[in-house]
């Protein structure tokens, strides 16, 4: 029963009566009737009889009532030891009523008890095709290709959970301070100052790609240095394009004609464009007809580069920027020197290539040194996840984007002397219709796998899109998939802004390549989208510095609207399958 009940049970039985009392416990008092007594409560916390019976309980005494006559006179002693021997009787009886506290301090606490956990199911814990395809790919690579995996999921998780809220500013990286900062007695260390002049004109922040910037920068008499949180070298995965576009290397006088062909390392005529349900395919020639090695093109571009006095700062990661009226100081983090098996866990994206001398098995972050850079211009190269990009964004959601996941192998393939530029043979799915693209390789045939969607939460992760292309690569290339034997695989999400290219809202910085977002309908970045827009920067930059011309207004003159850009958004969300349903 409740507390109020056993009260009144209990003060039955001190005042010997049937009597049913009513009354609330702290007001209790019994009619006054000839040979009957009243109970006054007499305790310390002055509560009702439940609590003062828990009180008895814990101090173990009997002090609580005392007996009074209604008229005055002095209890009857054998009353008295009749009331004293039924509340010892109702004390020692257990309570039905469970304590939140342990009644006696004496009492050891309880053990929750212990359940064992049931068995695992081993069927739930059988490696997937997927990842033993990047078990076998990365341990032949000298590479962590299922930690890369994981961190790719984890951005690509905050993508989707991200809310659209442009209103809302970024993390601040560029700080912009009025008047001059080359002064004597401001310098980066105690042993360091400024002189009267920036120590470059030009500092590259991104340097696998920005090295190119650089040279050609270089070139033109400016002073270029290049930071690069990792190493500066190319990828083993060839580069995609065309005659025509790569020739901009030469035309600029970076690379002769001799250094260009030995670069490109496949090279075919024809291209096919199909789309379930048509009844004849599309041939094109000479687009996105060769392969470029990363690794040879970019150390001739670095070799070039340091041979002309050049600087490069590798291990080097962009932490923030101070802008003043003649020129900007970038405040670096730089990795120490680092003995073997002590690399960072930064290291596990590098490819294994002729530069690298420290192995991959540890995980180990190495120590670091702050290093500041005084230059006149900053140009960010560092892609889609700048860090100055996200303050100029701020709180922006991605308006869409294009997942992609693909892999070099070798095979029996029925043909490899074409490529396919965009295909489909299957029906859409789950709100995504999948396009397919397929290059000869020098070493196999490379396929990608993509779609063009939103970063909604309903998107699937990027190891599901994984299994769906090793599910499918083999009905779309016509050979078995277990006579496939890849030799790399890649994966990402790349964001796509309506608002492209991106004006820089800081005075001497400015965005090229993936930051500045002005991607290609296809490739959406990354080496074309550098190659078809660098003679054009580069020609602006180098005015710029020369007319000294380098606030905000005027950088923004190099990113003007481009109506090919507008078309290859419009591209972009004609091919991206939007459902509406009805209320």
């Known amino acids: 029963g409740s507390a109020e009940r056993r009260s009144y049970r209990l003060m039955q039985v001190l005042s010997n009566s049937s009597a049913r009392l009513r009354t609330p416990p702290r007001t209790l008092q019994r009619q006054q009737q000839p040979h009957s007594t009243a109970l006054v409560p007499v305790c310390r916390r002055q509560s009702h009889l439940t609590s003062s019976r828990s009180c008895f309980r814990r101090r173990g005494q009997l002090q609580v009532l005392a007996v009074q006559a209604p008229d005055g006179r002095p209890p009857i002693e054998k009353e008295r030891d009749w009331l004293r021997a039924q509340l010892e009787q109702r004390l020692q009886q257990p309570s039905r009523r469970k304590l939140r506290r342990t009644p006696f301090p004496e009492e050891p606490p309880r053990k929750s008890k212990v359940v064992d956990a049931p068995p695992r199911d081993v069927h ?13 790919v990365g341990e032949a690579e000298g590479m962590d290709l299922i930690k890369m995996l994981e961190v790719s999921e984890k951005f690509w998780a905050k993508m989707k959970a991200q809310k659209h809220e442009p209103w809302k500013k970024g ?27 920036p120590e470059f004109d030009v500092c590259v922040c991104g340097g696998t790609l920005g090295v190119i910037m650089a040279l050609a920068l270089q070139k033109r008499g400016q002073r270029v240095c290049v930071i690069e949180r990792r190493a500066v070298q190319g990828r083993i995965q060839e580069w995609n394009s065309s005659r025509h576009e790569v020739s901009v290397l030469v035309r600029m006088g970076l690379l002769t004609e001799e250094e260009l062909e030995s670069c490109i390392v496949s090279e075919w005529k024809h291209a096919r464009c199909g789309f379930k349900g048509m009844s004849k395919d599309i041939w094109v020639d000479d687009c ?15 070799d070039k580069f340091e041979e002309g006095g050049g600087v490069i700062l590798e291990g080097t990661t962009f932490r923030k920027a101070d802008v003043y009226d003649d020129g900007a100081v970038l405040h670096c983090a730089q990795k120490a020197e680092r003995s073997p098996g002590d690399v960072d866990i930064q290291d596990i994206a590098l490819e294994s290539a002729g530069r690298r001398t420290v192995p991959l098995r540890s995980a180990k972050k190495a120590s670091s040194r702050s290093l500041s850079i ?10 889609h996840w700048s860090p100055i990009v996200k303050q100029t964004r701020g709180g922006s959601k991605p308006d869409g984007v294009c997942m992609v996941v693909g892999g070099c192998a070798e095979g029996p393939f029925p043909s490899n002397d074409t490529s396919d530029l965009l295909y489909t043979f299957k029906d859409a799915e789950n709100d995504m219709q999948l396009f397919w693209e397929a290059f000869p390789a020098a070493d196999g045939r490379t396929t990608y796998m993509f779609s063009y969607t939103d970063a909604e939460e309903e998107r ?25 034997k890849f030799k790399r695989v890649m994966f990402g999400v790349a964001p796509c ?51 000294e011309c380098v606030n905000y207004r005027a950088l923004r003159l190099l990113q003007p609207y481009l109506p090919a850009l507008s078309c290859a958004w419009l591209f972009q969300r004609s091919m991206s399958l939007r459902c509406v349903f009805p209320d």
């Open 460 to 484: 699937p992760t990027i190891e599901s899109f994984l299994d769906k292309y090793f599910e499918q690569v083999s009905e779309y290339q016509g050979v078995d998939f277990e006579d496939l």
């Open 288 to 302: 996105l007809n060769i392969g470029v090695s990363p690794q040879k093109l970019i150390d001739i571009v670095r």
């Open 124 to 136: 739930n814990h059988i490696e997937t095709r997927t990842r033993r395809v990047l078990r076998t």
């Open 374 to 383: 005084s230059t006149r211009l900053v140009v960010d190269c560092m892609g």
């Open 497 to 547: 802004y309506q608002d492209s290219p991106l004006k820089t809202e800081h005075d001497r910085i400015i965005q090229v390549g993936d930051s500045s977002a002005s991607q290609s309908p296809l490739s959406f970045g990354g080496f074309g989208n550098l190659i078809r827009h660098m003679e054009r920067l580069v020609t602006g930059m180098d005015e710029s510095l020369r007319q």
């Open 171 to 197: 993390p601040t990286v560029v700080s912009r301070h009025h008047g001059r900062s080359f002064r004597e007695g401001q310098g980066q260390d105690d042993d360091e100052t400024f002189t009267g002049s």
